[in-house]
């Protein structure tokens, strides 16, 4: 399917949740929607759900492009990659370290719960992005 954007208002929180097989063109489709969704609707954190990839298949050029790209997310604001698989943890926490003076504030972690915490958000309540 790709992806699916959705956002908690009370909590001010843009998740993108990733899903099936994960290309270059997807990524990449991805984080153009969460910077214009970002953009119009500041301020707001996000939290980027690698969880529903079942196959991994972004390469380290991709992932350098968006390194070096403009973070989708202001850079004081908090955003937390959920990567829960060896290979997306380890390709996330690439993006992190190439980008890190963009975004020193992304953190990479390996549940969504970690994720909550992070955010101090208790009880998210995620709908659809109209």
Known sequence: MGFVLDF?????????T????LT?????GSYAAASGYAA??????GIVDFSEVTKFEVSSGAMLELANSAPAF???????LVAPRDISYGMVRMFQILGETKRPN???VRTMD????????ESPEFGPIS
């Open 40 to 45: 119009s609707h500041p301020p707001c954190r």
């Open 24 to 28: 270059d063109a997807i990524l990449l």
């Open 114 to 121: 970690e994720a909550y915490r992070l955010l101090c958000v």
């Open 106 to 108: 992304m953190h990479v």
């Open 18 to 21: 990733l899903e099936g097989r």
């Open 74 to 80: 202001p850079a004081a604001t908090m955003r937390v």
């Open 8 to 16: 908690d208002a009370r909590n001010q929180i843009l998740r993108v």
